[in-house]
DNA sequence: CACCAGGTAATTC
DNA sequence: GAATTACATGGT
């Protein structure tokens, strides 16, 4: 990332290995999206940003150099370098490699802890579309008004003390289904204190998972999920229909169980299995195997 | 009308 | 403990 100036409102950098797309469609994130023109509009860390992209100029709107430094840096994973990952994961791999062509703009984002966990609890057994909806209506009914922008009106997502003690019928109506009852029992439990979902990310990544999975709703999978989304833990590999089928499809001819598919990812990936599950997740998309 | 969707909790053996 | 089964909701 450099050359990176401020005009009024609107910050420009140029910025490599970063496309709008492959980071905001490949399935980490649920509030963020594709406008009319291209560009794509989404709220994180109680901000409104909006972003546009011409090859590898990246114009940010509404926002100043304060939040583009404190915050929207670290978010977006600008100072790590996505390129040395691509080249050793797809070192001695073909498959790897044409992954990662397909999805060669991802990055990782470094999201809210609480907002991922809610957000992942929905996603078990769900549909991307229909999370998004979820979130964005836990957003407006409980989460705090931002601002107006373009014409609509922005939400952060909810704290935990802003969802506790709200009925299940309630929580229902987000079109959430059975999950209700995990998200109020979750909220329960991190507004009780009896895990500090913010002090997770400095334990180690077995330690943390050991915490997350006393959440209601939160499995192997999600928690993994939450690792890696909003933990900084890279080594994270979390499984799901896609992630399996696109493994077996490529390495285990006559299918695998998750245990060994984790334990080939360790073998095969080392420090950087959650890239590459990023990579392949994405790719399994694309591809639609299994269909 | 079955079957499925970024799995997990509850139940059963 | 390891294997089944139920689970909301909306779309094909």
């Not at 980071?23 to 649920?30: A, I, K, P």
Request: net charge negative.
């Amino acid at each position: 990332m450099d050359h990176i100036k401020e005009e009024d409102n609107k910050i420009i950098a140029k910025i490599r290995d970063f496309n709008l797309k492959h980071t905001f469609d490949c399935g980490q994130c649920f509030r963020w999206n594709e406008q009319e023109d291209g560009s794509y509009i989404g709220v994180a860390h109680g901000k409104v940003l909006h972003i546009y992209e011409d090859e590898d100029t990246i114009t940010f709107l509404n926002t100043n150099m304060t939040d583009f430094q404190n915050i929207w840096i670290d978010y977006f994973d600008f100072n790590r370098d996505y390129g040395a990952i691509k080249d050793k994961l797809t070192k001695d791999d073909n498959i790897m490699a044409q992954a990662v062509e397909h999805g060669c703009g991802i990055r990782i984002l470094n999201q809210d802890e609480w907002e991922t966990i809610i957000s992942f609890i929905i996603s078990a057994r769900n549909f991307i579309p229909r999370i998004k909806k979820s979130v964005e209506l836990i957003s407006e009914k409980y989460g705090r008004f931002i601002e107006e922008y373009n014409g609509k009106k922005y939400y952060a997502f909810p704290t935990p003390e802003e969802l506790y003690n709200k009925p299940e019928e309630e929580l229902k109506n987000l079109n959430v289904g059975y999950r209700a009852k995990y998200i109020q029992s979750t909220t329960f439990i991190v507004k009780e204190n009896q895990v500090d979902v913010y002090k997770l990310e400095n334990l180690d990544r077995e330690m943390a998972k050991k915490n997350l999975l006393r959440l209601m709703g939160v499995g192997p999978k999600v928690a993994d999920c939450i690792l890696l989304f909003s933990m900084r833990k890279y080594k994270a590999f979390p499984i799901d229909v896609w992630v399996k089928r696109v493994m077996e499809y490529f390495y285990f001819k006559d299918g695998a169980t998750n245990n060994q598919i984790q334990e080939f990812a360790k073998e095969k990936y080392e420090d950087l299995g959650g890239f590459a599950q990023q990579y392949m997740f994405y790719y399994a998309r694309e591809l639609n195997i299994g269909k």
